[in-house]
């Protein structure tokens, strides 16, 4: 199996920056693809941002240009990238990744609120 913990949410000004992170333990040579989603309240959780062990990316529309998807050669860290932040980035942050003969494994999230 493998175990992800996020790290790196906080409060934050509107066009300020944040770097999340996200580590990766246990059987993570398995993992093909990693990525970012977020739940706002009241609302469906929601892709991000993904990284395929091959280093394609995609995002979503609302954060193209202004958040970067990166992970690590050894395949157990993850980073998402926030600049530009808005009220709108305000969300419960979570990382997931895909391996290999294994169900996707979820981390526990972290909260990132951006506020005046």
């Known amino acids: 199996q493998v175990q992800l913990v996020e790290s790196g949410g906080g409060l934050v000004q509107p066009g300020g920056s944040l770097r999340l992170s996200c580590a990766a333990s246990?059987?993570?040579?398995?993992?093909?693809?990693m990525g970012w989603y977020r739940q706002a309240p009241g609302k469906q959780r929601e892709l991000v941002a993904t990284?395929?062990?091959?280093?394609?990316?995609n995002y979503a529309d609302s954060v193209k240009g202004r958040f970067t998807i990166s992970s690590n050669n050894a395949k157990n860290r993850m980073y998402l990238q926030m600049n530009s932040l808005k009220p709108e980035d305000t969300a419960v942050y979570y990382c997931?990744?895909?391996?290999?003969?294994?169900?996707?494994?979820w981390g526990q999230g972290t909260q990132v609120i951006v506020s005046s």
């Open positions: 990284i395929t062990s091959g280093g394609s990316t």
């Open positions: 997931k990744a895909r391996a290999y003969g294994l169900n996707d494994a």
């Open positions: 246990g059987s993570i040579f398995s993992i093909y693809a």
